[in-house]
C-alpha cells in the first residue's frame, strides 16, 4: 500500500496498512492497536493463523461489542428521560404549591 499525504502508519498482524482518518493519528494508531490485539489474542485462543478468517472473527468480536453498547446506551438513555419526567412532575408540583 502506498504512503498517501496525512496518512497514518500502522502494524496490523504485521502487515503494514497506511490509513488515512479524520479521527486523527492517535486515535488510528489506538484503534490500529486494538485490532492487532484482538486480532493475536483470537490467533491464540483458536490457533487459527490465517489472516481473513482472524479479521473476520475480530470484526464479530467488535461488532458484538458496539451491539452491547447500543443495548446499553439504550436502557441508559430510557432511564434518563424516565427520571426526567418525574423530575419534571416534582418541580411542576413545587412551582404550584408556591403560587
Given at each position: 500500500?502506498?504512503?498517501?499525504p496525512?496518512?497514518?502508519?500502522?502494524?496490523?498482524?504485521?502487515?503494514?496498512?497506511?490509513?488515512?482518518?479524520?479521527?486523527?493519528?492517535?486515535?488510528?494508531?489506538?484503534?490500529?492497536?486494538?485490532?492487532?490485539?484482538?486480532?493475536?489474542?483470537?490467533?491464540?485462543?483458536?490457533?487459527?493463523?490465517?489472516?481473513?478468517?482472524?479479521?473476520?472473527?475480530?470484526?464479530?468480536?467488535?461488532?458484538d461489542?458496539?451491539?452491547?453498547?447500543?443495548?446499553?446506551?439504550?436502557?441508559?438513555s430510557?432511564?434518563?428521560?424516565?427520571?426526567?419526567?418525574?423530575?419534571?412532575?416534582?418541580?411542576?408540583?413545587?412551582?404550584?404549591?408556591?403560587?
Amino acid at each position: 500500500m502506498s504512503d498517501q499525504p496525512g496518512a497514518t502508519r500502522v502494524t496490523i498482524y504485521d502487515r503494514i496498512y497506511s490509513l488515512q482518518s479524520s479521527s486523527g493519528e492517535e486515535t488510528t494508531r489506538r484503534l490500529a492497536q486494538s485490532v492487532d490485539a484482538a486480532m493475536r489474542q483470537i490467533a491464540e485462543k483458536t490457533h487459527t493463523y490465517d489472516s481473513l478468517g482472524l479479521a473476520v472473527l475480530a470484526a464479530l468480536h467488535f461488532a458484538d461489542e458496539c451491539e452491547r453498547m447500543r443495548q446499553r446506551y439504550e436502557k441508559l438513555s430510557g432511564m434518563v428521560t424516565e427520571k426526567s419526567l418525574e423530575f419534571r412532575e416534582v418541580l411542576n408540583d413545587a412551582v404550584g404549591k408556591q403560587e
